[in-house]
Nanobody, 122 residues
Framework: QVQLVESGGGLVQAGGSLRLSCTAS????????VGWFRRPPGQGREFVAA????????VYADSVKGRFAISRDNAKNTVYLQMNSLKPEDTAIYYC???????????????WGQGTQVTVSS
């Protein structure tokens, strides 16, 4: 059974940076996709970025392109989300998720982490 643990959230001023980590235990090659989603206060869940373990292929939401970078370290079973030039509207709970392929659709993922809070002050 795959389990995901996120870390790295916190409070940062606008323009600052944070790096989130997602470490997977019990990972199998069948689940090739890892995604990051977020839930801003009072809003629904939205896609942020995704990557494949095998090829490192990535996809980003338009709202974070050029500011966020997703990467993976297969040896550590860890996926990172480097967030730069943070804005107050990036404030949200960030969730890591695993699925059989990388996708922008939350419904295609079947394992979710507990989430980590990111707060960006203006």
């Amino acid at each position: 059974q795959v389990q995901l643990v996120e870390s790295g959230g916190g409070l940062v001023q606008a323009g600052g940076s944070l790096r989130l980590s997602c470490t997977a235990s019990g990972r199998t090659s069948a689940r090739d996709g890892v995604g990051w989603f977020r839930r801003p206060p009072g809003q629904g869940r939205e896609f942020v970025a995704a990557i494949t373990w095998s090829a490192g292929s990535t996809v980003y939401a338009d709202s974070v392109k050029g500011r966020f970078a997703i990467s993976r370290d297969n040896a550590k079973n860890t996926v990172y989300l480097q967030m730069n030039s943070l804005k107050p509207e990036d404030t949200a709970i960030y969730y890591c998720t695993a699925g059989y392929r990388a996708s922008t659709l939350a419904g295609l993922y079947n394992v979710w982490g507990q989430g980590t809070q990111v707060t960006v002050s203006s």
